[in-house]
């Protein structure tokens, strides 16, 4: 509860006075005719209230005095029956640690309030702040910025202004109560990586593999993986987002696995390449060697005041290097024959958090390290990634533990 308490005075701190901010937990999607999509809570909402409930409303006016509310549903006892009890007033504010805890059915009304000019006990704002991301999918919507039209046409007079970037830049900055729950993930995740690698043999199916991590980390209390996993055998591998998982898996072959879990929300997100039969041949320690070499390399270059663009032209270089040295390429420019994503990206809250890719690094902000190699015409697709937090004098890699030398994994699988 304090940790929302906080993030919320952050928040306020950013806001203009004589202003409000509402944001929503989302609602949930229907999947087929007799269920629905399981709930995902909007995370900028979550990580102000803690909250994860659809159809939940986070108010907060920043005027003489500061003033919170959180409107949530009222028990149907009947429909309690059939899916469970919804949160109680009383549990709401034990959770999010706002004391006024109202019903959806006044909402409207407490706008009403705030906005209309006549009421006496109007605050008199003037600004109004939702969560207006968007995406380039000329569908996606969400519902602030559902809200924002209904809120234009009621007070044209009340200036609009988007809460996503001010939200993000917090987010951007782990606490220790956030980077303890990544922790926590991080290592659920290194002991269902090693209950893969003690049952890893070929002739079984990538998603007979897949079952010896989910298995573990539901045992463990994660009960949802950070993102569905990626666990590709062979030429599979050179497919960035493969997730079909359906190929048997054959000797001399590797598989590479992306994959994580969630605490309270916080991911792991980790990327590992084994052999199947437990032993490298000669050419894939070649190619993971060079690999491993530039997450190394990255871990030990990260520090604050390094951009976006100066980390990812890092990796590259140390990629094309070695390129050049297995014979794949001749020039610079042909490294994207081998190499398309980016070296990295936030993590926290989403697997690929939201931030703002301006801002040079500073303490506190958690991120991967994820260079790879994908060689189609050789069926052989290798990925390493870690997941590091900035500090004041460099970084650390919070997933160090998870073995990833040659000798490492041959020897464990070996056992």
């Known amino acids: 509860m304090n940790q929302y308490i906080i993030n919320r005075q952050n928040l306020v701190e950013k806001m203009k006075d004589k202003s409000c901010v509402i944001l929503f937990s989302g609602r949930v999607f229907q999947k087929s005719g007799d269920q629905d999509f399981p709930f995902e809570v909007n995370k900028n909402f979550y990580y102000l209230t803690g909250i994860n409930q659809e159809n939940v409303i986070l108010m907060i006016v920043k005027s003489d005095k500061i003033k919170e509310y959180l409107f949530i549903e009222e028990n149907d006892l009947e429909r309690a029956k059939w899916i469970g009890m919804k949160l109680t007033k009383e549990e709401a504010s034990t959770i999010s640690g706002i004391e006024n805890i109202c019903y959806l059915e006044s909402f409207d009304k407490m706008v009403y309030q705030f906005y209309n000019p006549s009421r006496k006990n109007c605050d008199e704002l003037d600004t109004l702040y939702l969560d207006l991301e968007r995406r380039s999918d000329l569908d996606y919507y969400n519902l602030g910025l559902t809200y924002s039209q209904k809120f234009k046409e009621m007070y044209p007079e009340i200036k609009i202004e988007n809460a996503y970037p001010k939200i993000i830049r917090l987010r951007m900055n782990k606490s220790n109560d956030e980077i303890e729950n990544v922790k926590e993930s991080i290592e659920v995740t290194k002991i269902a990586l090693e209950n893969v690698m003690k049952h890893l043999k070929p002739g079984l199916y990538e998603y007979q593999v897949e079952t010896f991590f989910d298995s573990e980390i539901k045992f463990h209390g994660q009960k949802d993986p950070a993102f569905t996993t990626i666990c590709a055998t062979g030429k599979n591998a050179t497919i960035l987002h493969y997730v079909k998982n359906n190929t048997k898996t054959k000797d001399n072959d590797l598989i590479l696995f992306d994959l994580g879990c969630r605490t309270n929300f916080y991911v792991s997100d980790i990327s590992r390449t084994y052999p ?39 990796a590259n270089s140390i990629l094309i290097a070695g390129l050049k040295k297995l014979k794949l390429i001749k020039h610079d420019n042909e490294f994207r024959k081998y190499y398309w994503h980016s070296i990295g990206h936030s993590i926290g809250l989403d697997t690929h958090d939201p931030d703002i890719r301006t801002i040079k690094f500073f303490p506190g902000m958690m991120m991967t390290v994820e260079p790879g190699l994908y060689i189609e015409e050789e069926g052989i697709g290798i990925r390493i990634e870690d997941n590091v937090l900035i500090t004041k004098d460099g970084c650390i890699n919070l997933s160090k533990d998870i073995i990833k030398e040659i000798n490492d994994i041959e020897n464990f699988m070996k056992k």
């Open 276 to 314: 199947v039969n437990g032993k490298f041949t000669a050419r894939q320690k070649q190619i993971y060697e060079i690999v491993l070499d530039c997450n190394k390399k990255c871990i030990e270059f990260l520090k604050p005041g390094i951009t976006w663009d100066e980390y990812n032209d890092f």
